[in-house]
């Protein structure tokens, strides 16, 4: 079973940037769509970005496009979150997933692997 490990949170001032890491272990992501979820605290979890398995195409919710870019390197086995222009709204908890499937979707149920979640905190 595959196992997901994201990395790369922490704290920056509004405006700043971070790079999230979703690493693969206990098999291989290469035929996986994969996703990005967030959670603010006391309400669901929501989508942010997916890739299809080849990373050809991309899709980002409409709260981060423009700021925020997903990518892939699948010789790595890994998952990016690329976030500039970060907004204190911005603040929760960044979740990996992928899915037994190729194309994506925007439901967190679709997805199959979970990581166990990276904060992030955008200060004022």
């Known amino acids: 079973q595959v196992q997901l490990t994201e990395s790369g949170g922490g704290l920056v001032q509004a405006g700043g940037s971070l790079r999230l890491s979703c690493a693969a272990s206990?098999?291989?992501?290469?035929?996986?769509?994969m996703g990005w979820f967030r959670q603010h605290p006391g309400k669901e979890r929501e989508f942010v970005a997916a890739?299809?398995?080849?990373?050809?195409?991309?899709f980002h919710a409409d709260s981060v496009r423009g700021r925020f870019t997903i990518a892939r390197d699948n010789a790595k086995n890994t998952v990016f979150l690329q976030m500039n222009s970060l907004k204190p709204e911005d603040t929760a908890v960044y979740y990996c997933?992928?899915?037994?499937?190729?194309?994506?979707?925007?439901?967190?149920?679709?997805?199959?692997?979970w990581g166990q979640g990276t904060q992030v905190t955008v200060s004022s």
């Open positions: 997933a992928a899915r037994r499937l190729s194309y994506y979707t925007t439901t967190s149920s679709d997805y199959d692997y």
């Open positions: 206990r098999g291989s992501i290469r035929n996986n769509a």
């Open positions: 890739t299809s398995w080849t990373g050809a195409t991309t």
